[in-house]
């Protein structure tokens, strides 16, 4: 079982120091809902997010929902050979259960993450408060491997050979636009690892290391 850990994702309702910004509570009466229950979304709140704190690392449900598909779209996931958690920048975690499809409408997703925070996802889509150090460790790894720019080079065959050959693997990747792990989120991984000497999307690093995986794992069953 490989546990894919979206690190530090910039998937988070509408933090409470904007809830009276304009392009909040305008956004807020389009959808009929209260500022407090909607996610926070720079194509939507662009203005109002720059008076928050790491404001270029937040607001990008879009990019979580991206990388999400492109890890539960894969056979590895849908054989049931990846548990996969989003820890969000305001300190929660999305439990998804095992195998569970996620919507490929993106204001279908968005609609699901908002009822998960308000704790209405039912058992399928949980979220509960968690730093990335607890979560790393309640997934009880025998190795947690970080991909980042800032990473050691390392060639995909090669790491995902080290995975497969691991019994309880975890993989941490950014699910942020811009920036870095933070201090906390490094403390959590034992080795940083970069697999391109160009920064990656989310997506694209997710949608390479599952296949070399996968890749790898059809090797060692033969």
Do not use: Q, W
């Not at 500022?35 to 194509?43: H, N, P, Q, T």
């Not at 928050?52 to 929902?65: A, C, F, Q, W, Y």
């Not at 730093?131 to 800032?150: Q, Y």
């Amino acid at each position: 079982m490989l546990s894919f850990v979206l690190a530090e994702a910039a998937l988070e309702l509408v933090p409470k120091e904007i809830h009276r910004l304009p392009a909040v509570t305008s956004d807020a009466r389009r959808r009929g809902k209260d500022a407090s229950a909607i996610l926070l979304d720079r194509s939507f709140h662009h203005s109002a997010m720059a008076r928050l704190k790491d404001s270029e690392k937040r607001g990008r449900p879009d990019l979580v929902h991206g990388t999400l598909l492109s890890v539960t779209g894969t056979p590895l996931y849908l054989s049931g050979r990846v548990k996969v958690y989003v820890h969000t920048y305001a300190g929660f975690v999305v439990d998804i259960a095992l195998k569970t499809r996620i919507p490929k409408n993106y204001l279908r997703f968005r609609g699901l993450m908002e009822e998960a925070f308000a704790g209405e996802g039912g058992a399928l889509v949980k979220v509960r408060g968690s730093g990335i150090r607890e979560l790393v460790k309640s997934t009880a790894p025998d190795m947690v491997i970080g991909l980042s720019v800032r990473g050691r080079n390392i060639e995909l065959e090669e790491l995902a050979g080290r995975l497969v050959a691991a019994d309880s693997p975890c993989v941490v990747v950014g699910g942020f636009p811009r920036g870095h792990f933070s201090h906390e989120a490094l403390s959590a991984i034992g080795e940083l690892v970069r697999i391109h000497e160009m920064p990656l999307e989310a997506h694209v690093v997710t949608s390479r290391l599952l296949y070399e995986f996968e890749k790898a794992l059809s090797v060692v069953n033969r």
